[in-house]
């Protein structure tokens, strides 16, 4: 019982707080599923994409 007076104290009380942390919530989310789409699907498609195979195509200007 103490936990949710605790969060209800904190974050549910006060609509500000309450919609902060709403938004950080959404906006950490959104950060986690687009890291872990991304690296899905470069894995998914190792060997298949330019940063993988542009070695191949692009001639050094050095030489």
Known sequence: ??????????????????????FTAAFAFGIGFDSGVTTFWDSWNKGKQWKDIRDKYVQNDEE
Request: cysteine-free; glycine content about 0%.
């Open 1 to 22: 019982m103490s936990l949710s007076n605790t969060i209800y104290s904190t974050i549910f009380k006060r609509n500000s707080v309450y919609v902060a942390s709403v």
